[in-house]
């Protein structure tokens, strides 16, 4: 029983962390002056990461059984998924809900006028989730990232190990370019006072500093504590070692993510939430592949390429939608059913 309290607490923990959080690193964007969208794809993303790029990181540089590394690699794989399927669902899902219970206005023969001058959003806007051909632009070299990256876990050859190099060079590309883009967004986000100085309208730097930083490190442990109470809790469930580590442990590490998403969609900051999944993506599909080209054989078994085909094909449904205008809250959510076929077919894989 104890280990379900510890559970629900570290859960509740990193919500309220990250409510922390993303209010600092709003306050971050401005302090560097970077376009709102990047404060999602890059500053947010690149904290939220922490937790699974560090399992990748040691399981793979100071691992010393093939078992340890195996756990860094199936870490590699298992976040673009959870990401790609659970965290885009959950998204849709509480993009849903807020639209639901919005309050009802009244509508005149003014406001009429207004509300269908206002129904119409341009060519490749998505309405309150921002302007999608980015989105879209971003998940087509995901995918191709992505693709080579399975590939890559399906040959052997001298010069793979150090194809890794290439996948940060990769990262450091889109980091340039998100750093420097121009926002689609307007000059600037609509931001609330700092948690941590509530009465200041501008904050201190250094209170920045330390809101950001201490929620990071609570997101940090609380995401480590709540990975290994689900290895505990697994086996008590009759679930086996290696179900836990590739369908539990992935949605545990990117629980900041989800929940980054849940505060962004409720503040009414669609466009942050989605810029932060894609941005997490981008580094998952990256920086640990890199590491793991670079100090592992990465070569996939059954369940690492089923993980990787799930993924491709709820990336290439995300894409149908932003291609054809259909990127709404109703078709977002199902999303998640991706996982749920992936837990099916990794069941009667491992039976």
């Given at each position: 029983m104890i280990h379900f309290v510890i559970l629900i607490a570290c859960a509740a923990m990193i919500y309220l962390a990250c409510e922390w959080f993303v209010n600092a690193v709003e306050w971050v964007g401005r302090r560097l002056d970077v376009g709102p969208l990047a404060v999602g794809t890059i500053l947010?993303?690149?904290?939220?990461?922490?937790?699974?790029?560090?399992?990748?990181?040691?399981?793979?540089?100071?691992?010393?059984?093939?078992?340890?590394?195996?756990?860094?690699?199936?870490?590699?794989?298992?976040?673009?998924?959870?990401?790609?399927?659970?965290?885009?669902?959950?998204?849709?899902?509480?993009m849903w809900t807020r639209r639901r219970h919005r309050v009802p206005v009244t509508v005149t023969a003014s406001t009429a006028d207004a509300i269908a001058a206002d129904s119409s959003p341009p060519a490749g806007s998505g309405g309150d989730v921002g302007e999608t051909r980015k989105l879209a632009r971003d998940q087509t070299w995901f995918l191709a990232i992505f693709v080579v990256k399975v590939g890559l876990g399906l040959v052997a050859f001298a010069v793979k190990p150090w194809l890794g190099l290439l996948f940060f060079a990769a990262y450091g590309?889109?980091?340039?370019?998100?750093?420097?883009?121009?926002?689609?967004?307007?000059?600037?986000?609509?931001?609330?006072?700092?948690?941590?100085?509530r009465r200041r309208a501008t904050p201190a730097t250094w209170a920045v500093i330390v809101q950001t930083l201490a929620t990071l490190a609570i997101i940090f442990l609380a995401s480590r504590i709540f990975?290994?109470?689900?290895?505990?809790?697994?086996?008590?469930?009759?679930?086996?070692a290696a179900v836990t580590a590739l369908l539990l442990s992935p949605i545990a590490t990117e629980?900041?993510?989800?929940?980054?998403?849940?505060?962004?969609?409720?503040?009414?900051?669609?466009?942050?939430?989605?810029?932060n999944i894609s941005g997490a993506m981008m580094i998952q599909?990256?920086?640990?592949?890199?590491?793991?080209?670079?100090?592992?054989s990465w070569r996939f078994d059954a369940p690492l390429l089923l993980s990787g085909v799930v993924t491709m094909v709820a990336i290439v449904y995300l894409l149908v939608l932003l291609k054809t205008g259909r990127f709404t809250a109703k078709t977002l959510s199902p999303a998640a059913a991706f996982y749920l076929i992936f837990a099916v077919c990794l069941t009667g894989l491992l039976i």
């Open positions: 947010a993303a690149f904290g939220t990461a922490l937790p699974e790029s560090a399992v990748t990181f040691v399981a793979v540089v100071f691992g010393t059984s093939g078992q340890q590394k195996d756990i860094g690699v199936g870490a590699a794989m298992g976040g673009p998924l959870a990401l790609a399927t659970v965290a885009y669902g959950v998204t849709g899902w509480m590309v889109y980091f340039w370019r998100e750093i420097r883009a121009e926002s689609d967004h307007g000059d600037d986000i609509d931001l609330g006072p700092l948690l941590l100085q990975v290994g109470q689900l290895h505990v809790i697994g086996p008590m469930l009759g679930l086996s629980l900041p993510e989800i929940m980054n998403a849940i505060i962004w969609v409720r503040q009414g900051k669609t466009h942050l939430a989605l810029a599909a990256t920086v640990p592949s890199g590491l793991g080209l670079l100090f592992t």
